[in-house]
């Protein structure tokens, strides 16, 4: 069985530019999540999807971060405009419901130059 | 949130048991005590979680102090592939995970 899918695997841009990320969950999985992760801590948790309704975006930034999951399966993670504190692995994760039992994706790592 | 604190760094030989600690004075009854570890350039892999009573599965044991204060993860025979970041991790609410900084494990051949 597939595991979660996400791309592009690394990704390097301008500060000011846009970058789209795509993630796919394990089929069947109604519960997804975004991640970041700044280097040397642990991921935090941006935003979680239960099928299309975003129920926890407490921790998204929203004047600059948006993210959708129009169909209930795949989403995608936009920032609009990168600063260069945005430099960081941005995970995806999903679940059958909310669950301690997360399958996270091997993530994209974004350098913002 | 309550807290979680983690020794920052621990090493351990190959072939031996692990006890890998977890404070978390400030935990509250309805806390669930969780875990994951994080491999070099992977996504976090969920490794076990309990309540009350110690649980085992196929890749660890959770050993939770009588009141609750700590907990302790076990790792029964340390191999290379299990050198990783490991987060303890305390949430009421399944899908809400707040992860810390975590210990990262050194397996030594």
């Known amino acids: 069985e597939a595991g979660v899918v996400q791309s592009p695997r690394y990704k390097i841009i301008e500060k000011k530019q846009p970058v789209a990320f795509w993630c796919n969950p394990i089929?069947?999985?109604?519960?997804l999540y975004w991640y970041r992760q700044n280097l040397g801590q642990g991921p935090e948790l941006l935003i979680r999807y239960e099928n299309e309704e975003a129920v926890d975006d407490s921790q998204l930034p929203k004047d600059r971060f948006s993210a959708e999951r129009l169909k209930g399966v795949d989403s995608t993670l936009k920032i609009q405009p990168a600063e260069l504190g945005d430099s960081a692995v941005y995970l995806c994760a999903s679940s059958f419901g909310p669950s301690w039992e997360q399958y996270f994706g091997p993530g994209t790592r974004l350098t913002v130059t | 949130d309550a807290k979680t604190t983690q020794p920052n760094s621990m090493e351990s030989n190959e072939e031996e048991p692990v006890h890998l600690p977890c404070n978390h004075s400030?935990?509250?009854?309805?806390?669930?005590i969780h875990w994951y570890r994080q491999l070099p350039s992977q996504g976090p892999e969920y490794v076990i979680h309990g309540l009350t009573s110690n649980v085992n599965n196929r890749m660890a044991s959770l050993a939770i102090a009588e009141d609750r204060k700590s907990s302790t993860l076990i790792l029964h025979r340390a191999t290379l592939r299990d050198a990783a970041v490991y987060y303890c991790i305390l949430s009421p609410n399944a899908g809400k995970s707040t992860f810390g900084d975590g210990t990262t494990l050194t397996v030594k051949p």
């Open positions: 089929s069947g999985h109604n519960t």
């Open positions: 400030t935990i509250s009854g309805t806390d669930y």
